[in-house]
């Protein structure tokens, strides 16, 4: 009998750690491992098991000859209870060797296999304190593994076990950065909605946009953005704005989930409750995602993505969907803030406009039995009377004039008239507005010259740059501590007809410039307060020259000087 002698020398066992280690794929790990490791033993095969949590997974066995079969069968740890040099090996962390494994003991799969198996060794894959896998090597012949393997194998089972495990951390570590890679594309993906969507000024173009984007995050074959109202949604809007306006009942389970901020997913037969006749509209969808759309902790509305194939939603998507539900929230949040505005602003100027005709209707009443009294249609007045009743008339007037003034921001602001535009020949409207200015600059010995200018048409509403340059004129007499210079003049200028009023009066502080067009500014100096006025007049120009799709602005004003004011109205085409 031959001295027992090492089965393999260390410099091929190093060959065999340097080569087993030299990959990072599990599978081609545990490939070179079983390879290597069957010949480095000879053995007849062997099988490389992971030991994960409380199970065992039978990954691969490799014979002798060649072949290399993946398995992949799970167990439960329990199954060694019935092998106890498997449960040794994995116990002592230490490769033990005997007879045969228990045949009867081992999954039916195995028995054909086990029955061959005349010597076993199993060595645990270790690391660190604990046992990763196992090794089983298998001999057909009577030659049992000896002391003198268990050198080769201990290191053998330590090598694997750090390949093994070094391999599968890389793995891990891979699909981690792809997961991360994966997550910061949906982030990019949802800043580019929130970019692509802020740029849409219409509130239903942004909703679909931002459906569209939803959908394709989470693979949707169709989305809806709905509102929610008690214990139903109402549709507000749809990739092809259909169905918008509908109010759908939701299930108890789905109002439940998204109420607490949660999306909930259904199967095709767990969703009930279309309304009828619009069954159909659902019939195409198998799976169904719900998400809420929840700002400061209140959910105002839903997001719903059906798909037609009935396979789940991914987590990750549907954790990346909340990006988009965040910018729907905020979005139907902000268009009902609007349109809650709006209506305010629009009760608001229809009262005023109520309230300012009530008030003119008695005034004009006043005015002219006050005018017929001072024209002797009542007899001769005493001096003293004639004095005050031509006071109140003036104050009249001027209560008059400011409810004109009112009712016309007040039909402005309300959109309440639709510019009626028409061409217009710029010099004409000045003509007209010199004409009706002429008693006014009379009293005040004023100079209004008309500069030549050419035959410029503007496409705008006559009465509405009537009033504008009412306005104008009305300030460029008023604003003025002597017999004032007027010029106007109209011409083309930069596609646009531009009509231009400068004045040599009082001139406008620049403190007081950037306010002057606001509701009820006044200037601040002592001239302007000693006159009457609203602060109205500039208000009102400017709204209504921008409702015309036009502008009006101070060009440029100096204190003592005069000021220059220039409306700009659209051409009609030539
Ligand atoms: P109001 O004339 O009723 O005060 P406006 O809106 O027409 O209201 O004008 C606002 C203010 O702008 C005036 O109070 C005045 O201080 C200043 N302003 C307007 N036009 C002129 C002008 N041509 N010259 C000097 N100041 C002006």
């Not at 074959?221 to 259909?242: C, H, K, N, Q, W």
């Not at 400061?296 to 990750?316: N, Q, V, W, Y």
């Not at 307060?529 to 440029?556: D, H, T, V, W």
Request: zero cysteines; aromatic letters at 4%; a negative charge.
């Amino acid at each position: 009998m031959l001295a027992e002698e090492p089965s393999q020398d260390l410099g091929e066992l190093i060959q065999i750690a340097l080569d087993v280690a030299g990959s990072l794929d599990p599978r081609e790990v545990i490939a070179r491992i079983l390879e290597r490791g069957t010949h480095a033993v000879q053995a007849d095969r062997a099988t490389l098991s992971s030991l994960v949590d409380d199970h065992v997974v039978i990954e691969a066995t490799y014979g002798r000859a060649g072949e290399l079969t993946w398995v992949g069968q799970r167990y439960s740890l329990d199954y060694f209870a019935g092998q106890p040099l498997v449960q040794k090996a994995i116990d002592t962390l230490q490769p033990t060797f005997g007879g045969r494994l228990a045949a009867d003991k081992a999954a039916p799969e195995f028995r054909q296999a086990l029955a061959n198996v005349r010597h076993v060794a199993v060595v645990p894959l270790v690391h660190g304190t604990r046992a990763v896998g196992m090794l089983v090597f298998s001999r057909y012949e009577d030659r049992p593994f000896t002391a003198a393997d268990l050198a080769a194998l201990t290191l053998l089972g330590t090598i694997s076990g750090l390949a093994l495990r070094n391999a599968r951390l890389f793995e891990e570590g891979k699909a981690a950065r792809e997961r991360a890679d994966e997550a910061a594309a949906r982030l990019r993906a949802a800043a580019e909605a929130a970019e692509d969507v802020a740029s849409q000024v219409q509130l239903d173009a942004v909703l679909r946009r931002l459906l569209q984007r939803a959908g394709e995050s989470v693979d949707a074959d169709g989305t809806s953005l709905a509102r929610l109202e008690g214990a139903e949604m109402v549709i507000e809007s749809t990739p092809t704005g259909e169905l918008v306006g509908t109010r759908w009942p939701l299930m108890p389970k789905v109002l439940a989930g998204v109420s607490r901020g949660h999306p909930v997913e259904l199967t095709a037969g767990e969703y009930t409750g279309a309304p009828e006749g619009l069954e159909s509209v659902v019939q195409p969808y198998r799976r169904f995602l719900v998400a809420p759309l929840a700002v400061g902790g209140e959910t105002i509305g839903l997001l719903a993505m059906g798909r037609k194939t009935d396979e789940p939603f991914d987590p990750a998507a549907v954790q990346s969907l909340q990006q988009f539900s965040t910018l729907g929230a905020l979005l139907l949040r902000n268009a009902r803030l609007i349109a809650q505005a709006q209506v305010a602003e629009q009760a608001k100027s229809e009262f005023m406009s109520i309230a300012v005709h009530e008030l003119r209707a008695p005034l004009t009443v006043a005015s002219g039995y006050l005018g017929m009294a001072l024209e002797g249609a009542f007899g001769d007045l005493p001096p003293a009377l004639k004095d005050v009743l031509a006071t109140a008339l003036r104050k009249a007037e001027e209560a008059k004039l400011l409810a004109d003034e009112l009712l016309a921001v007040a039909r402005m602001e309300g959109k309440v008239l639709t510019p009626n535009t028409e061409p217009i020949l710029a010099m004409g409207a000045l003509q007209d507005a010199v004409a009706r200015a002429r008693p006014r600059a009379a009293l005040v010995k004023a100079t209004i010259t008309i500069e030549p200018g050419d035959d410029s048409t503007a496409l705008a509403d006559r009465a509405m740059v009537a009033t504008i340059l009412d306005n104008l004129l009305n300030n460029a007499l008023t604003y003025t501590d002597h017999a004032p210079t007027i010029r106007i003049s109209a011409r083309r200028d930069a596609g646009q007809v531009a009509i231009t009023v400068t004045d040599d009066g009082i001139g406008i502080a620049p403190a007081d410039q950037p306010r002057i067009f606001e509701r009820f500014a006044r200037g601040t100096d002592r001239i302007t307060r000693e006159k009457p006025g609203s602060g109205l007049g500039l208000y009102l120009s400017r709204g209504l020259a921008e409702q015309m799709s036009g502008s009006l602005k101070l060009e440029a004003s100096q204190p003592g000087e005069g000021s220059t004011f220039v409306l700009r109205l659209p051409p009609a085409a030539s």
